[in-house]
């Protein structure tokens, strides 16, 4: 998958960010989901959709991944807790992706809440 | 103010973040961020090879679930997570078991509080220290079990430092020493333990074998020094010093030692065993080569005396002609006794003692030796006070037995006191009994020797006072046939040819007698004979009785000996002739000489065998022809004195050995002969 096939992705929430982790571009499904519409997120961190406890964690993964450009989480489907606008935390799959666009590094990620039968384990 | 750019600053901060991070994931030790409530917001890769689940499954996740802890017993901590104590304000350092399946892995764990944005949070670091627990018990228990060991040891075992200062000392150490054990750690051991030799000199630390070791790094193991206790005593000792090498540096050496004192009395205890027993063998020896009994004794004296350093040794005889079996004293005594023992002596030597009464009759009476180690105490012993006058304080005696009867007394007597030693008794007795039966061949020898001189005698008044006479009957017999014996009738001439027939044969006798006698006292040199050559000689002597016979002689290939040739020859004529005379009326005779090399017990022998197809003999007889003038058929039947086995036998004993007679009636007879194959120089046997 690419950034261009995720951004014609319309029934699962896409959220894409640049390389300083500001996101750039939510479809209309990321919207629905996450109660956020586009003028009030673009251009903000991406950590606002990441619970408190796993900000830290993130953004030292992200930074590791810039600095090192070795991935460790990329491309495979992975389960980790979001929060939507209201503050509603839950479980999604998440697949997310790295392309280098001009230079800088972009990455994609689908965004799919998983429920109780879906997830592999409680809060995993 | 001037717009911020905060892209760079984010890419700079991103930047340091991300290095940070590598550099936490980089290291060994596990760490984990929990918030208030447990839930993991950053772990390491240490920590997720530790629980072996991917990162991002890691975060957001219970930290208690996921990394269940069970305190090990060492460190704070105790009872609950740590990270529970840690959330309730406790700092904890500890100990922790944490079990995966069947894996159990030992951490270190540690685990604080800290305040961040006003939020607690629960930071824990964790150590694998899995292999070094294992390592550090494995070390433990063989620390443990060389404990033990070196706890258990008879062995004395103690460690020095480069500097020779005790750094460890067994029990059986400080045992064997006097010390207690942390009295002699640090202390250096030469100066405490080993400061001196035997005989008190001093022991320089630069000469000791035990430092030597430390200095050359090579073991050195010594037998026979001392080692010195708390109290001042010394003990023997036998020890190993070998060298602590690490790293190629000599930090040291490990010293074994034992207390040597009873191997070394053991060892002097065989030594004076083995001193005794050559003792015994030398008198032996001795004694069959002296020339007289009384000879014996002196020798024998001597060298006891001469072996136990005491000083005064005397004989006492048993007397034959007494009914109350007495003992008399002799003047037989060691030689080169000091004169301040001539009072004692001259006691001695006129004190009898009857058998039972004082130290010579009890040793008669017991047949066993007896040692008195203090005269004065006791009450039977006659000459107590010419002993006390002369300083003598101990005697022991032992007897000198022949066959069931005991023949003499040898008494020794010390100026210090002896203690009982069973060993030197034992050998006594045996030296008793040795030079008994030298005794008793001595005293056979001077028996024969008196016969053999007796037997000369003879000869020589056969030889003239007897053959004088007898040729005078011969030579008056034969003048009275030839001038009066056509004047006597039938019966005078009769008469006189039986009386000079008489007179031949006995001057037949008289020459075999002379020729037995002369076996001994006209016997040659021995030396070495081939016998082979011998025996051709003597078959052609025979030459005549041979060929009249018929006789067939086979004659094998025989051994050399060393001989008398002449009585050799004397011998084999004898034998074979005895084979042509004794031949069976109906057959050619046969006489067959072989020989051989056997040995028995006592040593190898010259075996040669004559045999013949004769008349043989009754077994019975096999003795008595051997006998002086021992016949088994009449004179008429077969001529002969009955003296020319008696020469043989009396020939082969002079040489040392022995002759039997097989016989098989009317079948033949065998006659075997063994001869000394190798004789010892100088020797040989009166007859």
């Known amino acids: 998958m690419t950034l261009e096939q995720m951004k014609r992705e319309d029934s699962i929430p896409v959220v894409i960010v640049n390389s300083l982790g500001i996101i750039t571009y939510v479809n209309g499904a990321f919207e629905d989901a996450m109660g956020w519409e586009s003028p009030a997120i673009l251009g903000r961190s991406l950590t606002l959709i990441i619970p408190e406890y796993l900000r830290d964690a993130h953004n030292l993964g992200f930074s590791r991944f810039l600095t090192t450009e070795q991935p460790t989480l990329l491309e495979h489907p992975i389960q980790l807790k979001a929060v939507d606008r209201n503050g509603r935390e839950f479980v999604a799959e998440h697949f997310i992706i790295a392309e280098k666009v001009d230079g800088e590094w972009c990455f994609g990620a689908t965004i799919k809440e998983l429920d109780g039968e879906e997830r592999s384990g409680a809060g995993n | ?687």
């Not at chain 2, 984010?10 to 760490?31: M, P, Y």
């Not at chain 2, 009769?494 to 006698?517: C, E, F, K």
């Not at chain 2, 016997?523 to 070495?528: D, S």
Request: net charge negative; glycine share 10%.
């Open chain 2, 1 to 687: 103010m001037p717009e911020i750019e905060y892209g760079p600053l984010l890419r700079q901060l991103r930047s340091t973040l991300g290095k940070l991070e590598v550099a936490l994931g980089a290291i060994d030790e596990a760490i984990v961020w929990t918030d208030h409530q447990g839930l993991i917001q950053w772990c390491n890769g240490a920590f997720d090879r530790l629980v072996q689940r991917p990162h991002f499954r890691n975060l957001g996740e219970p930290l208690q679930q996921l990394l269940p802890l069970e305190h090990a017993g060492a460190g704070s901590g105790g009872g609950g997570h740590p990270w529970k104590q840690a959330a309730e304000g406790g700092v904890i350092r500890g100990l922790y078991r944490f079990s995966q399946g069947e894996s159990i892995r030992a951490l270190e764990v540690s685990a604080s509080r800290v305040e961040v944005d006003r939020q607690a949070s629960i930071v824990m670091t964790m150590r694998d220290v899995t292999e070094e627990t294992q390592t550090r018990e494995r070390i433990r228990r063989l620390m443990r079990q060389n404990q033990l060991i070196l706890d258990s040891a008879g062995e004395g075992v103690y460690g020095l430092d480069p500097e020779g200062r005790t750094t460890f000392v067994n029990p059986a150490a400080a045992r064997m020493l006097g010390w207690a054990v942390e009295e002699l750690i640090g202390q250096p051991q030469h100066q405490v333990i080993h400061h001196s030799r035997a005989d008190g000199s001093a022991y320089p630390a630069e000469q000791c074998p035990i430092y030597a070791a430390i200095r050359e790094g090579v073991a050195r193991t010594v037998r026979d020094e001392v080692f010195w206790r708390k109290d001042g005593s010394c003990f023997a000792v036998e020890y190993t010093s070998t060298p602590i090498v690490e790293e190629g540096e000599i930090q040291g050496a490990v010293v074994v030692f034992r207390d040597s004192t009873e191997r070394r009395l053991a060892e002097a205890d065989t030594a004076r065993r083995s001193r005794l027993l050559m003792l015994l063998q030398r008198i032996t020896e001795a004694a069959n080569e002296a020339e007289s009994v009384e000879q014996v004794m002196r020798f024998a004296l001597d060298r006891i005396c001469a072996h136990t350093g005491w000083p005064l040794g005397h004989v006492y005889l048993t007397d034959p002609e007494s009914s109350s079996r007495q003992l008399v004293p002799t003047r037989i005594w060691n030689s080169g006794a000091d004169s301040r023992y001539d009072d004692f002596r001259s006691l001695t030597e006129v004190t009898e003692f009857k058998v039972g009464r004082g130290l010579p009759g009890r040793v008669t009476s017991t047949r066993q030796p007896y040692l008195l180690a203090d005269l004065s105490q006791d009450p039977d012993f006659a000459r107590a006070d010419g002993a006390r006058r002369a300083g003598l304080v101990s005697a022991f005696a032992f007897p000198v037995t022949v066959g069931s009867g005991v023949t003499a007394v040898m008494e020794f007597f010390s100026t210090a006191r002896a203690e009982p030693d069973v060993f030197l008794l034992e050998i006594m007795g045996q030296v008793g009994r040795q030079l008994g039966e030298v005794i008793q061949r001595k005293r056979a020898e001077t028996r024969l020797h008196q016969s053999n001189r007796d037997l000369e005698v003879f000869a020589s008044v056969a030889s003239h006072d007897l053959q004088e006479p007898l040729r005078k009957i011969t030579a008056f017999g034969d003048r009275l046939e030839e001038v009066s014996g056509e004047a006597l009738d039938d019966r005078g001439r009769l008469y006189l040819s039986r009386m000079t027939a008489a007179a031949g044969r006995m001057q037949v006798l008289i020459d075999d007698l002379l020729q037995y006698a002369r076996v001994s006292s006209r016997g040659r040199p021995l030396e070495r004979l081939d016998l082979d050559q011998l025996i051709r000689q003597v078959l052609s002597d025979l030459e005549t009785g041979i060929e009249e016979s018929g006789a067939r002689v086979e004659l094998e290939p025989l051994p050399r000996v060393e001989a008398d040739p002449s009585q050799m020859g004397q011998l084999f004529q004898n034998l074979i002739a005895n084979a042509l005379k004794f031949r069976h009326p109906e057959r050619t005779p046969e006489v067959r000489i072989s020989g051989r090399m056997v040995s028995d017990s006592t040593r190898p022998w010259c075996e040669i065998t004559v045999a013949d197809n004769g008349i043989g003999f009754d077994q019975q007889y096999g003795e008595r022809i051997f006998e002086v003038f021992g016949r088994l058929h009449g004179r008429t039947a077969y001529p002969g004195t009955g003296m020319g086995l008696a020469i043989c036998r009396k020939i082969v004993e002079r040489h040392g050995g022995t002759i039997a007679a097989h016989g098989d009636p009317g079948r033949g007879a065998r006659f075997r002969i063994r001869l000394p194959a190798r004789r010892d120089p100088g020797k040989e046997v009166e007859q």
